[in-house]
């Protein structure tokens, strides 16, 4: 369904929308959507050593759903992350919607997730450093925000 080349880049004003939420009934219509997005990943990762998660949006889906592919595909429908850590960690953070591009910004070291799985039962996560980063991130596409908006300065931008 999806491939490498199907992810959008960054300059595309898609990537500036917020998304609208997953409705229960659109689960059945989502499953080849959310395979597509799990090998997706997979080809990223072969071509840049890196991808752990994406965004529907990065793929023209403007709905609320992010695939998180670390060991298995993991479909997270309508996250919302609450309870944000005070505690910083600053990164150099990376895209696959600029893939050669890195971004020093800071992340919240802790929050929590609540989410719908693939079952549409409530699920709520506590997330930290690597997990916690990574969401933030990929729930900031569902909001047409993109880690460039991040940035600490403008210093903050280096080739990979």
Partial sequence: MFHLE???LLGDPRL???????????LPSL?????????????FR????AGRAIAAPQLGIMKRLVVMNIDRPIAIYNPVLFDESKEM?????????FPNLL???KRHRFCKMRFRDENWEEQIW???????ELLQHEIDH???????????????????
């Fill in 16 to 26: 500036y929308e917020v998304c609208e939420a997953v409705q229960k009934e659109e």
């Fill in 103 to 105: 971004v020093r910004l």
């Fill in 89 to 97: 960690i600053e990164l150099w953070d990376d895209c696959m919607s």
């Fill in 142 to 160: 569902l909001d047409g925000i993109l880690a460039t908006t991040r940035a600490i300065d403008d210093q903050s931008l280096k080739w990979r």
């Fill in 46 to 49: 072969a071509k840049y050593g």
């Fill in 31 to 43: 499953q080849p959507v959310v395979q597509g997005m799990a090998n997706t990943i997979l080809e």
């Fill in 6 to 8: 199907d992810i959008i």
């Fill in 126 to 132: 506590n997330l930290k450093d690597d997990l916690s």
